[in-house]
């Protein structure tokens, strides 16, 4: 069981049980002391569904920023055979904060995008925390036209505060890379799953969100805008980011509700980042049956209803 | 076995302050950058006879200002117009025949920040005279007939949600079957609206695959960014013209200023973010000013073979 040094506020009832149950361990265990530590094991099983069931929505957004959370690149290494990474946009860099490479699931050749948060301190500072530059985006769009010229299918990881806020992305085209990244996957040729692993940040998450199917962890999120962005519009202050997330309804089941995900898929009990290798297992099962479906339709079939998906998004009354 | 509100700070203090402002798709712009004279006067109260330029500060005769389509005759600055003058501005007299007005607005979140968005939505369609921040239609420009919209910055800063999003995607859909020029004139400060949460965030998509389709069909679309066009409209059909024109020093960009500044802390550079920035930069085909711009793009459909 994976347990990091980062512990939410929320999880410290389960640690202070784990805890209790470990020091139970340490000595030799008699008849009584091991039926007590089942017991406990029962409990706190039965805690962390209790807790992680019952999630408001700003906990749900902690969870999904937990920094032991799994990342695409552990995604990479536990759901595909096989990753051949791919550098770089041909124009100005290499943004390591968007990955993109060809890969190998079930075996179907694809191509993998997906953004990186990076792990250690550097990586992470080098990433800018997952916040990719117009580059970023740049290098998806040249990778996805190169699957689409090849046949290979697109999956897309998600995870994003957002498109990064700087001079130089602005400079170099944040808003036009988003805006063509959308219209170029809106017709792309091949088939193309996208799903929200952590953080689905406004833009930034779009950017390569355009599918179609739309899947999201059971604890991740996807909104407009961030919490803390939208109670500092709205609210006038980032305090209330709780009422903002609540406002939003950021949700993976708020997402099904609204039409706009096709799918959400279960977490380990504790959330993904107590059990990445589970967490990996369900998200292959779900990769694997949609790209089953996917490539037995015609591909102008696929990008017909690649747009009757998108075109029937919305809610406004009519006369 | 709810757990309390946490109050723990975030495991990631380095990035705390970037997520604190961190607000990609819309931003509050209204408040910075170079503005128009105020909002129109409200109902009742007397037009005054002069303005105040809020690019130059010279006080202006109001009659001269409007006869200037709402550009500073001492510095040049493009004020605010609402949809309805920019169509009046635009088109042929009384060739514009508004599409798709039944679209209303609706609260699919129950949305509430301070106020409820059902009460926002009321109040600023009495306010504006707008039912929401898009109109869209077709007319003659120049005797060319095309398919239009514009957004307006005063109808909850022009962000987009379904109404506008779905008026959109219409026009582009009705000038794909029609083979009509499209012409669209954003004034979003707002981007993708919260108040309708994702929802609004998907009308980039739509409004985009819609633009997909209009362009393999083969037709023209002419994009026309003015004072503000930032966040999730930049960040979708805005960007997205054959053509893109600018009015002059428009503040047009992804991330507001705000937003920038507390990510990066450093002061922005002057002229950040407007439309000559934009120029220089290489986003821009052509800073119009307002007086030319009905017959430039009359000229673009033109040379597009419109
Ligand atoms: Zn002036």
Same mark, same amino acid.
């Given at each position: ?5 980062? #512990?939410? *506020? ?5 640690? /202070? ?7 139970? &361990? ?12 089942? !017991? ?9 569904? !209790? ?37 770089? %946009?041909?124009?100005?860099? %290499? ?75 602005? /400079? ?39 599918? %179609? ?43 099904? &509700? ?9 977490? *380990?009990?504790?959330?993904?980042? #107590? ?12 990769? /694997? #049956? ?9 591909? &102008? ?9 998108? #075109? ?6 009519? %006369? | ?67 200037? @389509?709402? $550009? ?30 039944? @679209? ?25 005279? @707008? ?14 007939? $095309? ?59 739509? $409004? ?11 037709? @023209? ?86």
């Amino acid at each position: 069981m994976a347990r990091g040094l980062h #512990r939410l *506020p929320l999880e410290k009832p389960i640690y /202070e049980l784990e805890d209790k149950i470990a020091d139970l &361990e340490t000595a030799p265990l008699g008849q009584q002391a091991q039926e007590e530590v089942q !017991q406990l094991r029962r409990e706190c099983a039965d805690l962390q569904k !209790q807790i992680f069931g019952n999630l408001d929505p700003w906990q749900t957004v902690e969870v999904a920023r937990h920094p032991n959370r799994p990342k695409t690149s552990d995604y990479l290494s536990l759901v595909f055979d096989e990753f051949v990474e791919l550098h770089g %946009d041909k124009a100005f860099g %290499d943004d390591p904060a968007m990955l993109t490479g060809f890969a190998k699931i079930d075996r179907h050749k694809v191509l993998v995008v997906g953004h990186q948060k990076g792990k250690t301190l550097a990586e992470k500072q080098a990433c800018h925390f997952g916040c990719a530059h117009p580059e970023g985006y740049r290098k998806a769009m040249g990778k996805m036209r190169l699957a689409a010229k090849y046949g290979l299918p697109v999956i897309c990881l998600i995870d994003t505060p957002g498109a990064y806020p700087g001079i130089g992305a602005e /400079e170099r085209g944040q808003a036009q890379v988003i805006a063509e990244s959308m219209f170029l996957m809106a017709s792309l040729k091949v088939p193309i799953i996208c799903v929200v692993i952590g953080e689905g940040g406004s833009g930034g998450a779009l950017g390569i969100g355009v599918g %179609d199917r739309v899947a999201v962890l059971e604890h991740a999120y996807y909104s407009v805008i961030s919490p803390e962005g939208c109670a500092g519009i709205l609210w006038k202050s980032a305090e209330f980011k709780a009422d903002a997330a609540r406002a939003l309804r950021m949700r993976a089941w708020d997402l099904k &509700e609204f039409g706009v995900i096709d799918k959400v898929i279960d977490e *380990p009990r504790g959330g993904a980042h #107590r059990d990445p290798r589970l967490m990996a297992a369900r998200l292959k099962t779900f990769l /694997e #049956r949609t790209l089953k479906d996917l490539v037995s339709l015609p591909i &102008e079939k696929l990008v017909e209803n690649r747009y009757d998906k998108f #075109r029937r998004m919305g809610a406004f009354l009519e %006369d | 076995m709810k757990q309390k509100q946490s109050t723990q700070t975030d495991h990631k203090p380095e990035s705390e302050s970037f997520r604190n402002q961190h607000d990609s798709s819309q931003h509050p712009s209204m408040t910075e950058g170079p503005r128009m004279p105020g909002p129109r006067p409200k109902r009742g109260v007397p037009e005054g006879l002069w303005l105040k330029c809020n690019g130059c500060r010279s006080t202006i005769y109001r009659k001269e200002a409007e006869e200037m @389509l709402n $550009v500073c005759p001492q510095c040049g600055f493009h004020w605010y117009v609402s949809a309805k003058q920019r169509i009046e501005q635009l088109f042929d007299p009384g060739t514009f025949e508004e599409w798709d007005g039944g @679209l209303l607005p609706t609260d699919p979140l129950t949305f509430s920040d301070k106020k409820p968005y059902a009460k926002r939505i009321v109040s600023e369609q009495k306010r504006t005279g @707008l039912s929401d921040a898009a109109l869209t239609g077709t007319g003659m420009i120049r005797a060319r007939r $095309v398919a239009c919209g514009v957004t307006d910055s005063s109808f909850i800063m022009g962000s987009m949600g379904s109404v506008v999003g779905e008026r959109l995607a219409r026009l582009i859909e009705r000038a794909t079957t029609e083979s009509l020029p499209l012409i669209i004139i954003s004034a979003s400060g707002g981007g993708a609206r919260m108040h309708e949460g994702i929802l609004s965030l998907m009308q980039m998509a739509k $409004v985009s695959a819609a633009l997909a389709r209009y362009s393999e069909s083969g037709g @023209l679309f002419i994009s026309v960014l003015t004072n503000p066009t930032m966040g999730g409209v930049a960040a979708s059909f805005a960007s997205l013209g054959d053509l893109v024109f600018a009015e002059p020093r428009a503040l047009i960009g992804f991330a507001g200023p705000r937003t920038i500044k507390a990510t990066i802390r450093v002061e922005l550079p002057a002229g950040f973010q407007t439309s000559e920035f934009l120029l220089e930069h290489g986003f821009i085909d052509r800073i119009i000013s307002r007086q030319n711009l009905k017959s430039e793009i009359a000229r673009a459909i033109d040379y597009c073979g419109g």
